[in-house]
């Protein structure tokens, strides 16, 4: 490469791709912008000169860039301390199509989610590999592992991501599609059909942290629990089903950070019970997974 200015042409030929590897790999879009920034500086100090695969070489440099973030962020751990904060959050978002809430759910939120429980060597090679098809050899560079081991991080990443459901197959796809239509029931704040879902003597506990004002620990039944639900249509947006231990939930994230985790009891086609779970030290014992896309 002869100059300067053909560096910067090809990095803003690869800039979309590059934000799109970031993204994944940080589940936030500011991080990913200040990622590709960074990138920018160090492939300017670097010799670019005998490179031949640009685009693998910028790759690289993004992931080895996204690498020190990830780990930086895992010694400051970053939460939600309380649902008075999550309520700020929610607040202030809007319906923006370019928006990071709007780009969370293009990825996948629930998928965010899952990747915020790996360690920052197994997102990285799970992210390259599985999402973006990047050689085993590369990945290995930049987590400063051998291939073998690159490849058994991304494996690892791969069965956490997945998950293994504890219900048989035919309970959880029947299951998720009772939990699916909840949820969009949930986000319309539409209180017949919430009615509908919900066993007449359903209850829902939560602890503390996940409820707001003077919120009760618990409610029994089906009139009450429907109208709470109707009445958290801004949360409710952030809401998208997962397997919590094996079992059919869902998370409550906005812009990809993690809040609530609900669990659910069905039974037949009405939900018996649900668990809200907020506190975060509970939030970091739980398994969570990507649960299959329902069937066309």
């Known amino acids: 490469m002869d100059n300067q200015a053909e560096l910067a042409e090809h990095f803003d030929r690869s800039r979309t791709h590059l934000r799109a590897v970031a993204y994944r790999m940080l589940g936030s879009a500011d991080e990913a912008d200040d990622a590709i920034q960074e990138a920018w500086l160090r492939a300017c100090r670097a010799d670019a000169g005998a490179v031949a695969n640009m685009m693998g070489w910028l790759s690289t440099i993004v992931g080895r860039v996204c690498l020190d973030m990830l780990r930086s962020r895992r010694r400051r751990r ?117 009615l509908e879902l919900l066993a007449p003597d359903v209850v829902r506990r939560a602890d503390s942290l996940a409820l707001s004002g003077d919120g009760r620990t618990e409610l029994r039944g089906a009139r009450l629990v429907a109208e709470e639900t109707a009445s958290n249509i801004r949360l409710a947006r952030f809401a998208r089903p997962v397997l919590v231990n094996g079992s059919i939930g869902a998370v409550v994230a906005p812009l990809g950070r993690l809040a609530l985790v609900l669990g659910f009891v069905v039974h037949g086609d009405r939900i018996a019970e649900i668990n809200v779970i907020g506190d975060p030290v509970h939030l970091r014992q739980l398994e969570l997974a990507v649960v299959d896309p329902p069937s066309s």
């Open 78 to 194: 970053e939460e939600f301390a309380d649902l008075s904060e999550l309520d700020l959050v929610v607040a202030h978002d809007t319906p923006d199509p370019a928006n990071e809430a709007v780009l969370a759910d293009s990825v996948g939120l629930a998928l965010l989610v899952v990747l915020d429980t790996l360690g920052p060597a197994e997102r990285i090679a799970f992210v390259l590999h599985d999402l973006f098809a990047v050689p085993f050899a590369e990945i290995a560079e930049i987590v400063e592992r051998s291939p073998a081991t690159a490849k058994k991080l991304a494996s690892r990443a791969r069965h956490r991501v997945h998950g293994t459901g504890t219900a048989a197959a035919i309970d959880l796809v029947e299951q998720r599609e009772v939990v699916d239509a909840f949820l969009a029931a949930s986000r319309s704040g539409d209180l017949a059909r919430l």
